[in-house]
Structure formats: structure tokens, C-alpha cells
């Protein structure tokens, strides 16, 4: 099955190109399309945001990229696209829980994006500690490991 999404906005970010760490300090804006801006209403009483975007730098290649190394690294073991939170996705659909630094009229600002400049928006949600956290979560070791320079 395919599908068309439409964009909400697009990220503007010193990032240019894709990385595998030192996001957390990165600051970005989120521009916000005229027929969306009004969305915003509300979102200045949360601290955090979940955004949902597109990424649209990167390409899936079954043979490369469905059974992988994270991040191509020898020290992490083989698994599956799905066991991954990898770019280079059958869909690649991106969602990061990330800090609202502020807000205006046609913009977000926002610390820790892991998407580089250009990415389209497809959404985004208010944080929702109800939804969005989960206590008493299982992860593999390695994960600790890969993420310890990421944010």
C-alpha cells in the first residue's frame, strides 16, 4: 500500500548533513507553512514536542540495509532494520521527543532535532508523559553502548 503525507513545515538546522552524535545541543527551527501556523496555539504551556519527519536524504537498500551493524560499527551486533533506529528505512519516518526553546507566530525553536536542514515536517504532538513514557523498558545492552554520545 503507498500513500501521500503532506508537510507541515520544514526544519532549519546548522546540520547539514546526517551524524551519529553530539545532537542534544543542537538547536533548530521548525518553519511552519501559513495554512498550519495557527496549530500552534497552545503548544508555549508544554516543555516538549514529538516530531515526526521525513527523511528525505536518506535511501533503503534491502541488501545494505535490512540485517546491519548499527550504525556500521564492528562493535554492535547484527540485527534488523526493525531493531534499529537507523535512517536508511523502508519508510524513512523519523520521531524525536525534542525541548521547546520558543515559539512564535511561523516557528518553532527546538533543542535536540535529529534531522538536518531541509527535512520536511510531517507532524508534531505535545509531549505526553501519559503516551510518551514508558517505565520499566527492555533494551539490549549494546543500545546503551551506541547511545552514549547521541544527545
Excluded: C, N
Aim: aromatic share 10%; no cysteine; charged share 20%.
Amino acid at each position: 500500500m503507498s500513500f501521500s503525507v503532506q508537510s507541515i513545515g520544514v526544519v532549519q538546522s546548522p546540520v547539514l548533513e546526517g551524524k551519529d552524535e553530539e545532537w542534544g545541543e543542537v538547536v533548530s527551527e521548525i518553519l511552519i507553512y501559513p495554512p498550519f501556523q495557527e496549530g500552534l496555539l497552545g503548544l508555549e504551556s508544554f516543555s516538549h514536542v514529538m516530531i515526526l519527519f521525513y527523511m528525505h536524504k536518506s535511501s533503503f537498500q534491502t541488501e545494505k540495509h535490512l540485517i546491519r551493524r548499527p550504525q556500521g560499527r564492528e562493535d554492535m551486533p547484527v540485527t534488523g532494520i526493525f531493531a534499529q533506529r537507523a535512517k536508511h528505512r523502508p519508510t524513512p519516518i523519523g520521531t524525536t521527543a525534542v525541548a521547546i526553546m520558543d515559539i512564535h507566530k511561523d516557528r518553532l525553536i527546538v533543542k535536540g532535532l535529529d534531522a538536518i536542514h531541509g527535512t520536511p515536517v510531517l507532524d508534531m504532538k505535545p509531549y505526553f508523559p501519559a503516551f510518551d513514557h514508558v517505565s520499566d523498558v527492555q533494551v539490549p545492552d549494546w543500545v546503551g553502548y551506541l547511545m552514549k554520545h547521541y544527545f
